[in-house]
């Protein structure tokens, strides 16, 4: 069957209990935990397999045509977020997927609906986790298109630009250049936005495979960008600091550098679950696919960004250790200078008297 998935990611800022989740949202939606099908279970190892909510059936009205679409969403234990709204296309015309695709292009039309089910999503988690909140205009766009055979798809590179443009053979190689197959009858096509499967049989598998490798870029921009805010926050604090006198000066970098040490540990372990999220260990096929998804959605990037500014931060934690051990020092000298004078004094008023 040819579809379209048309994938949101958002990150709730902190791990989440998912047993506790799945009996709360049992109470409304149909719940189940996502698993692969096609391959021996330790193929590919999850430690907590995310749980799949069923948001039912929703109408989309988009280039003057109605779809019925259904609507589910995964939750993953390091807090993130994952809508998913599959349009179901039951001609195997390739225009009828390309012009499909061309009305959805800007996905502006399912803006509403991925904003409902958040705020809906939020409700109920905020009953069961304090100070909980979903950063909405922070997220993660991606299509993943599936047909049945070749013949059924358009041309890929035009599918992925939703453009209809005589593109060069350079282009086009570039953005054709992840290309994998497993059998003469299927083929897996991934690019930075979209990726495009052609599969007689159901590749859940697949499509699962590159959505948590979206899952995983996504997690590394958004502790990237929270490094970056934390980062200038302590320089902020630093700068305060100094403009405070001796004493209250180093009771404050005392401070800064507990805080520091508490976000280098929560952000250290976050980072590890993240690149542990999942392991194929087994299926070379499979294992191709997601190391290829990670690699064009530029993983190494992010996760050394992310690397380079934890170091900065246990930098400047060791600046601010060394900094208060030194003052520390000098304080301890004042205070044998002045026991030795007072000592000194002492004894010259004991002379005299």
């Known amino acids: 069957m ?6 949101r990611i958002y990150d709730a800022g902190m791990a989440v209990n998912l047993d506790e989740l799945e009996e709360a949202f ?11 099908r096609r391959i021996h279970p330790k193929s590919i190892v999850m430690d907590k397999p995310p749980l799949v909510l069923n948001m039912g059936q929703i109408t989309v009205e988009a280039g003057g045509k109605t779809y019925e ?21 039951g001609e195997s015309d390739p225009a009828v997927l390309y012009e499909t695709a061309l009305s959805f292009g800007g996905k502006d039309c399912l803006s509403d609906h991925f904003y ?30 599936t047909v049945e055979k070749e013949t059924d798809a358009p041309d890929p590179v035009s599918l992925f630009l939703c453009d209809g443009t005589d593109f ?19 083929k897996v096509i991934i690019s930075w936005d979209g990726a495009l499967i052609i599969s007689p049989e159901s590749p859940d598998d ?8 979206n899952v995983q870029v996504f997690e590394f921009r958004y502790y990237d960008r929270e490094l970056t805010n934390r980062i200038e ?3 902020d604090d630093i700068e305060d600091a100094d403009r405070m006198y001796w004493f209250w000066r180093m009771y404050r970098y005392h401070g800064i550098m507990v805080v520091t040490m508490e976000i280098y540990a929560d952000l250290y372990e976050i980072i590890e679950r993240v690149n542990n999220l999942i392991k194929v260990t087994e299926d070379v096929y499979y294992a191709r696919v997601y190391e290829t998804a990670l690699k064009e ?10 690397t380079r500014k934890i170091d900065v931060l246990r930098e400047n934690y060791s600046m601010l250790s060394d900094e208060v051990r030194i003052q520390h020092s000098y304080f301890l000298e004042w205070i044998v200078i002045l026991l030795i004078g007072f000592e000194f004094l002492f004894a010259v008023w004991q002379y005299f008297i």
């Open 26 to 36: 049992a109470e409304k939606y149909i719940t189940s935990r996502a698993r692969f």
């Open 168 to 186: 060069s053979d350079q282009f086009r190689d570039e953005t054709l250049r992840n290309v994998l197959s497993y059998s003469r009858n299927d």
């Open 2 to 7: 040819t579809t379209i998935r048309f994938y």
């Open 69 to 89: 679409m259904s609507m589910s969403v995964k939750i993953l234990d390091i807090g993130v977020i994952s809508i998913c709204i599959i349009c179901y296309l």
């Open 233 to 235: 926050n302590m320089y």
């Open 297 to 306: 959605f530029r993983i190494g990037q992010w996760s050394g960004s992310v």
């Open 116 to 145: 409902t089910t958040l705020k809906t999503l939020d409700e109920i988690f905020s009953i069961y986790i304090r100070d909980f909140v979903i950063e909405e205009d922070f997220y993660e766009d991606y299509t993943i298109y």
């Open 206 to 213: 697949i499509i699962d495979l590159i959505e948590y490798a």
